[in-house]
């Protein structure tokens, strides 16, 4: 598998607290994409990191890659019941045209 | 922002027919892909397509399954004949070149029984 295991988890949260998800994966990635999966609809790209980067921001998101541990995190701030749904990363296994995604993480965010 | 379409969003069909799923992707998208999902499990790629053929299939894609997108129209999947464990939700998602993110569309749930 391309995932460890902590990969799966299901967090129920109050709204306004902060959370953080992680990730990590077993083989070389150019590019760890953060997606976020509301009931009933496709998946939706919030935040790219890039293997040349180590953190990036996009409002109240910020992602870490950690090449050397190939592990990645997902931080949300002031977190909202709108931020309810699964929360999958993605890796490109080298840039081959296919993103391949974790197990995903089920947030569910209470008002 | 721009949108995959996918038609129908919902198909109920019995085992051993055929069924073709319907993708519209972003108009200057070139990369297409199809994922499958059971229900709360992980997205599992399928196959990915470009410049008229697909790139590569994955153990999932099985023989019966095919995918084109003749002249511009809907990129397709058509499973023929289908088996009960094909009932999933199917995502049809395309890219520009040199982009890294995708555009998904909002899933074909296919129940077949």
């Known amino acids: 598998s391309q995932w460890g295991e902590e990969n799966l988890q299901a967090l129920s949260i109050q709204e306004g607290e902060d959370v953080t998800m992680n990730c990590s994966y077993k083989t070389y990635t150019t590019v760890v994409q953060w997606y976020r999966q509301k009931s009933g609809k496709g998946p939706a790209l919030i935040i790219l990191i890039r293997s040349n980067e180590r953190e990036k921001r996009s409002g109240r998101l910020r992602a870490t890659l950690d090449t050397s541990s190939q592990s990645s995190s997902l931080s949300i701030t002031g977190t909202l019941a709108t931020d309810t749904a699964v929360y999958f990363c993605a890796t490109d296994a080298g840039n081959t045209r296919k993103l391949i995604f974790g197990l995903g993480t089920t947030l569910q965010v209470q008002p | 922002g721009p949108k995959v379409l996918q038609i129908p969003s919902h198909q109920i069909i019995d085992m051993g027919q055929m069924v073709t799923l319907n993708c519209d992707p972003v108009?200057?998208?070139?990369?297409f892909y199809w994922y499958k999902q059971i229900l709360g499990q992980q997205m599992e790629f399928l196959v990915n397509?470009?410049?008229?053929?697909?790139?590569?299939k994955s153990k999932l894609f099985k023989d019966q399954f095919s995918v084109e997108r003749p002249d511009g129209s809907y990129f397709t999947l058509k499973i023929q004949p289908t088996a009960l464990e094909d009932s999933a939700v199917y995502f049809c998602?395309?890219?520009?070149?040199?982009?890294?993110?995708?555009?998904f569309g909002s899933g074909t749930r296919l129940l077949v029984i």
């Open positions: 397509f470009y410049n008229g053929k697909v790139m590569e």
């Open positions: 108009s200057n998208h070139l990369y």
């Open positions: 998602a395309s890219s520009f070149p040199g982009d890294s993110d995708y555009t």
